[in-house]
């Protein structure tokens, strides 16, 4: 969430939204919150999703800069970090931080903490709130294990899970998403990769891909609560239900 209060920060500088390019684009990665969307139309601007990996942010920004399409404003993922600018091409703690700094001295002068503005931009935007677990199985066997899994859960094509009513299925390996509810389907525009990702009802998400140094398979969750109370509960539930996919 810390990304999302700067990314706020940063668009919220400007003397007004005409003040922001009307090209601009916010690059979070496809397991990062939903809250930066909210944010984004609320200033008229374009989110893009990536893959996970900051790689592929630094890889927008050279797309950007080369065909004059967008303008870069600030891109970031759930392993935390952000980049702020065009001056680099990884994740960049140092100017993540400054800019953390920056927001902070801002809002002091406005007799806030960090936690008060964030508390400000749930009342504002939502209670999201994001998890992530993990099943390690090691060996030959635990990546074969992770392998089958994946093609399991593929081929049940999950409609619901627990209280939440699956309504986009991305299967990234496939460069297709389905909407289950008119039956259509279209391309992600993402390169190939072994990802599943579901758009739940309500605002939430469920995506799972298997960690690429790791013999592990990796559970990303989301969901958006009325209050902080509600936002716990049922991101909680969602996982408890998740878990009782019994994928692994």
């Not at 950007?64 to 759930?78: A, N, P, R, V």
């Not at 600018?85 to 140092?94: E, L, M, N, S």
Request: charged share 30%; with cysteine.
């Amino acid at each position: 969430m810390t990304a999302v209060l700067i990314m706020e920060y940063i668009l919220s500088q400007k003397q007004n939204k005409n003040d922001l390019p009307k090209n601009g684009v916010v690059i979070k990665s496809i397991v990062s919150s939903n809250m930066a969307d909210a944010v984004a139309k609320e200033y008229n601007i374009e989110i893009q999703d990536v893959l996970t990996g900051f790689k592929y942010i630094g890889e927008k920004i050279e797309e950007y800069e080369s065909t004059g399409k967008y303008k870069y404003l600030f891109g970031f993922e759930e392993s935390y970090g952000c980049l702020v600018g065009t001056h680099a091409r990884d994740k960049d703690a140092i100017v993540a931080v400054m800019t953390l700094c920056e927001a902070a001295t801002y809002y002091k002068s406005k007799g806030l903490t960090l936690w008060d503005q964030m508390i400000n931009l749930y009342e504002k935007y939502g209670y999201y709130k994001e998890d992530i677990f993990s099943i390690t199985l090691e060996g030959a066997e635990g990546l074969e294990k992770i392998q089958e899994s994946m093609s399991k859960i593929r081929k049940e094509e999950i409609k619901k899970i627990g209280d939440f009513n699956v309504e986009k299925i991305r299967d990234y390996q496939k460069e297709e998403v389905k909407d289950l509810i008119n039956g259509k389907i279209k391309a992600t525009g993402l390169p190939k990769s072994n990802v599943l990702y579901y758009e739940l009802v309500d605002d939430a998400w469920f995506c799972i891909r298997p960690s690429g140094t790791e013999p592990k398979i990796k559970f990303y969750i989301g969901i958006k609560g009325k209050n902080m109370n509600d936002a716990e509960n049922k991101i909680k539930r969602l996982k408890e239900n998740i878990l009782e996919l019994n994928i692994i």
